[in-house]
């Protein structure tokens, strides 16, 4: 079984100072850092919700979610700044009122000035972020998302595409790199470029560079392709006419698709080295959370003995579900799920184990708190103390 790098017990990360005073922001590009607001949910808020981003920050809490009590705690320990897993701004406000329950922990946080800020499905899909952290507490094997994110670096979004002469490549290049082409990840000046047979017809007023006007001409030319980001786009095709031979150069631009990641996006497939049984996963997942209860619907049907193929997501997943069942999961394991979709594992043969929506996300954050807190020295992190599953057992 995979070891853990954290504990629960772990109560602050501080980091070393770095002799300057850190504000808002530096804790937003740390977060965006550890957890990409790009990874996301489409219907999720993350990222800064409230507060300036130049206003001092040296104390931050960490919590699942932003409670009364939670925010009465922040308020005691004099923080500059709380992460919410859960975002606390999600569904449009009309109104942001003390007396009214549904903001008014917004309201106190704006009054005392405290920033708010939530990586919510970017921790979720990142890689290294809490799918992975479950996966670790089940056991050892190959771990893939159930639904891959799409990326795109922004200066990867465009390929330029022209033909020119063989001598006269290498100058278009230079020049289309210099203003802002050919840069994939931490590589520069990156071209590809093999020959090609054009022809050309020139009309009455042209004047081409080998051959004749008025006659259908064949010549062997060089194929250039370049990619491009948006904002480099004009100069970089600027560059190419300027550098380039012809009258009229076939210039050709072409939008990229994002690529689906391997390591990253929603849920964990995760492929156990030895597999194991459905109460062997239980008790692990108990200890790795930390929790005492883990609730079981199992088919009354032969369901296999021991588990090889695992679907897990955090928090609410059963949208996930039909995706791991597809790659062949006959154990999915998530925070919670109505009870016709319990019904409905059942029915499918397949085995569903519930921890409660928070306890399946809570145990992350004292190792939420050690990936951010390098990135901002002299900043503490503190892991709030009232934040808790909303249910007891009774």
Known sequence: ???????????QSTSRSSGRSRKVSDLVKALARVAPPALAAEWDNVGL????????CERVLLTIDLTEDVMLEACELNVQAIIAYHPPLFDPIRKLVSHDPATAVLARAARAGIALLSP??????VAGGINDWLAEGIGDGECRPLDCAS????????KIVTLAPVDVV???CAAMSIAGAG???????????FPVDGTFYGGPTTAPRTGRKGKLERVIEQRIEMVCGPKALSAALAALRAAHPYEAPAIEVHALAAQPSVREGQGRLLRLSEPATTLDIARRLRKHLGIKRIECAESSTPTPSHHEMIGICAGSGMSLFAAAAEAGATLFFTGEAKHHDQLAVVRGGRTLLLAGHTNSERGYLPRLAERI??????????LSKRDRHPLVDV
């Open 1 to 11: 079984m995979a070891k853990r790098t954290t504990t629960r017990s772990t109560k």
């Open 49 to 56: 919700l409230l507060g300036d981003a130049q206003s001092p």
């Open 120 to 125: 919510h499905t970017a921790l979720d899909a």
């Open 151 to 158: 990326a795109l670096a922004a200066r990867e979004s465009f």
């Open 170 to 172: 290498d100058r278009i």
């Open 183 to 193: 840069r994939i990840g931490d590589y520069s000046q990156c071209s590809h470029s």
């Open 373 to 382: 807190a390098p990135l901002v020295p002299g900043m503490a992190f503190t």
